[in-house]
C-alpha cells in the first residue's frame, strides 16, 4: 500500500453539529481534552472569566456564550489523524455549517436529554441525509433530569428517519445519575462528576449479571436493566452498510461538561467513521489516494488573528500529498499560488503545517486570491461541486457612520462577504450596499466585527425587499446570445438589480407575486434561489 494511501486510511474527518445550548461546544473541548490535544478545558458557562471554550474565538461569541463560527481542530488519537470541525449551532448561522458539512465524512449529532429531537437538529439532519453522511449520536446532560432513555430513542427514529443502535446505556438520571453501561462489552463505567481535568482511574464494573449493580443502585439499575433488555431484543443489529449509507446511527449517553460518556465516542469515532472517500468534481470523481494533490475552499475566515488583518481560507485536501511550498494553481482564475505559511489548527492556537493528505484541513493565508468554493489543484483542470449559497431572506441597508471611514466600511464588507458571513449585493442603480441574511443575529454580528474589527461604525437599516433570485441565461444560439439577454434583462430592471460579492447578478424583490410576473415576462431567464459555488462565469469584484 503506497504511503498516500496508508496516510488517507488514518484520517477521520467529521462535524459536530447540535441545536443551540445542546452541549456541542462543551463536547468538542472534552474530545479535545481526552486526545491529549489540551491539557485543560475551558469552562462555556463562565462566560465573563478569562477562560472560555477552546473551539470559541470571537469576541461576539465569549461575550453571548454561542458558537457563531465554524472551528477546525485536529488531533491525534489511537493511530488516526482526527479533523474536528465545530459548526454554529444558532439556526441564523446555518449556511456556515451546511457548508461544513460539505467538507467532512461523518457527522456527530449532539442531542440534549431534556429537548430531544430540536428544529435546527432537523434542518441538519436534512443536509447529512441529502448527502448520506453517516451520523453518530450522543445525548448529553444526562446528569440533569431528563427524558427517558427510551422514549428519546423513539423520537431520534420517528423524527430524523433512521433506524438507532444503542451502543451505551445509561443507569439512572439527574441526581441517581450512576454511569453507563457499554452494551457491546457488558462493562459499567461509573459517574463520578468533573469538569476539568481528564481522568483514567474511572471505576469500571464487568459482567451484565454482576450483583454489585443492584447492591449499590437498587431500583436504577432495575430499572435500566428493564430498558437494556427490551432494546436488547428489539433494537437491530448494527450494520455497516446502513451507518455509512446514513441509514442507522449508534446511540450514546453522557454528561460532556463532567467528562462523561466521551471517551466511548471518541472510540466509535475511530473505529466507525470512514476514512476519506471519493469527492466527484464536474469532470470526474477523484479518489482520496490519488498521488496529485487537489482541494477545495469550504471556508474563508477574516482576522482569526485581528493583529495581523489576515484572511485564511479553510481548505479540505480531496487527494494526493500537500508540502509546504507546492505549485497549486486556482483553477478559476488560473492564478497560482505557492503557499509558504500553511497552517493547521487547534482552534485559536495554529500551527504551521509541513504537509497534509486527503482528509486534512489546511488554513491558506491569502488576501482575495482565493474565494468559496475555489478548487487548488497541481494543474489539471477540475472544479468540485456542492458548496451551496442560498438566497437570503432578510435585507439591510448599510451605510457608514463616518464619512471618512468608507474605505474601511468597503474592505470589511468585501472580506465578510467573501468569507459568508453575510451576503453582500451592490446595487446597479444607487450607491448604498445591501446585505442579505437568513436570520436577523448576521447583521448583529456584522455590525459588531465592522466596529471592532476594521475600526468604522455602521448604519444598518431596514430595506425593502423580501426576496433575491439570482440570475442567469443560457440559450441554444450559444454564449454571445445569451449574455446579450442576460445585460438586456439586467438593463431593464436596473432599479431592482445588484451583484454579489463574486459579481454574480441578483433580482431583488418586496413581494413574491412581484416575483412570478418578471418570470413570466422573462421566459428566458433562469432564477435560482441556490448558487453553488464562486461561478466559473462571474468575475466582477465588489468594488467594481
Not at 494511501?5 to 467529521?14: G, Y
Not at 482576522?303 to 479553510?314: G, K, L, V
Not at 413574491?512 to 428566458?524: H, Q, T, V
Request: net charge negative; hydrophobic share 40%.
Amino acid at each position: 500500500m503506497s504511503d498516500i494511501a496508508t496516510e488517507v486510511r488514518r484520517r477521520r474527518t467529521f462535524a459536530i453539529i447540535s441545536h443551540p445550548d445542546a452541549g456541542k461546544t462543551t463536547l468538542t473541548e472534552k474530545l479535545l481534552l481526552f486526545s491529549g490535544a489540551i491539557q485543560i478545558a475551558g469552562s462555556v458557562k463562565a462566560r465573563k472569566a478569562s477562560r472560555h471554550a477552546t473551539s470559541d474565538w470571537m469576541e461576539i461569541e465569549k461575550q453571548r456564550g454561542i458558537s457563531v463560527a465554524s472551528s477546525v481542530m485536529q488531533m491525534e488519537y489511537r493511530g488516526c489523524v482526527i479533523n474536528l470541525l465545530d459548526t454554529p449551532g444558532h439556526q441564523d448561522f446555518s449556511e456556515d455549517t451546511y457548508r461544513v458539512l460539505t467538507a467532512v465524512d461523518a457527522a456527530l449529532m449532539v442531542i440534549d436529554a431534556a429537548n430531544g429531537v430540536e428544529p435546527q437538529t432537523r434542518r441538519l439532519l436534512q443536509v447529512c441525509r441529502a448527502r448520506s453522511t453517516p451520523i453518530l449520536t450522543f445525548v448529553n446532560k444526562m446528569d440533569r433530569e431528563v427524558r427517558e432513555p427510551l422514549e428519546l430513542m423513539d423520537e431520534i427514529e420517528r423524527e430524523l428517519g433512521m433506524s438507532v443502535v444503542p451502543f451505551t446505556w445509561p443507569v439512572g438520571m439527574g441526581k441517581v445519575f450512576h454511569g453507563v453501561m457499554d452494551l457491546k462489552r457488558e462493562q459499567m463505567r461509573v459517574f463520578v462528576p468533573g469538569e476539568d481535568r481528564n481522568r483514567d482511574d474511572d471505576e469500571i464494573l464487568q459482567g451484565l449479571a454482576n450483583p454489585a449493580y443492584a447492591e449499590r443502585f437498587g431500583a436504577q439499575w432495575e430499572h435500566a436493566r428493564h430498558d437494556i433488555d427490551l432494546v436488547r431484543e428489539a433494537a437491530p443489529a448494527s450494520d455497516e452498510a446502513q451507518f455509512l449509507a446514513g441509514h442507522q446511527t449508534p446511540m450514546f449517553f453522557g454528561s460532556a461538561i463532567n467528562n462523561f460518556g466521551v471517551r466511548e465516542v471518541l472510540d466509535a469515532l475511530v473505529d466507525l467513521a470512514p476514512p476519506p472517500g471519493p469527492k466527484p468534481a464536474m469532470q470526474r470523481t477523484v479518489q482520496p489516494d490519488e498521488s496529485k494533490f487537489a482541494g477545495v475552499v469550504f471556508k474563508i475566515q477574516a482576522n482569526m488573528d485581528p493583529a495581523h488583518r489576515d484572511r485564511i481560507a479553510f481548505v479540505r485536501v480531496a487527494s494526493g500529498h500537500f508540502e509546504r511550498g507546492m505549485r497549486l494553481k486556482v483553477t478559476r482564475s488560473g492564478k497560482e499560488l505557492r503557499p509558504n505559511t500553511v497552517v493547521s489548527f487547534l482552534s485559536q492556537r495554529r500551527e504551521l503545517l509541513d504537509e497534509a493528505y486527503a482528509g486534512d484541513i489546511i488554513g491558506i493565508p491569502n488576501h482575495g486570491v482565493l474565494q468559496l468554493g475555489d478548487t487548488l489543484t497541481e494543474g489539471e483542470a477540475l472544479q468540485f461541486t456542492g458548496l451551496p449559497f442560498f438566497a437570503p431572506e432578510m435585507f439591510r441597508t448599510v451605510e457608514v457612520a463616518d464619512p471618512l471611514k468608507t474605505k474601511q466600511l468597503k474592505a470589511g464588507l468585501t472580506q465578510l462577504g467573501e468569507e459568508g458571513a453575510i451576503q453582500v449585493f451592490r446595487p446597479v442603480a444607487g450607491t448604498v450596499l445591501l446585505l442579505g441574511a437568513v436570520g436577523q443575529l448576521q447583521f448583529e454580528v456584522v455590525a459588531h466585527r465592522l466596529e471592532h474589527e476594521y475600526g468604522c461604525k455602521a448604519r444598518i437599516a431596514p430595506a425593502r425587499y423580501s426576496i433575491a433570485r439570482w440570475v442567469t441565461c443560457e440559450l441554444a444560439e450559444g454564449a454571445a446570445a445569451s449574455e446579450r439577454e442576460l445585460q438586456r434583462f439586467i438593463d431593464g430592471n436596473a432599479h431592482r438589480m445588484a451583484y454579489d460579492a463574486v459579481g454574480a447578478p441578483t433580482i431583488l424583490v418586496e413581494y413574491a407575486p412581484e416575483l412570478r410576473a418578471i418570470e413570466g415576462n422573462w421566459p428566458k431567464i433562469k432564477f435560482h434561489a441556490l448558487r453553488e459555488h464562486a461561478g466559473l462565469v462571474f468575475q466582477r469584484q465588489l468594488d467594481g
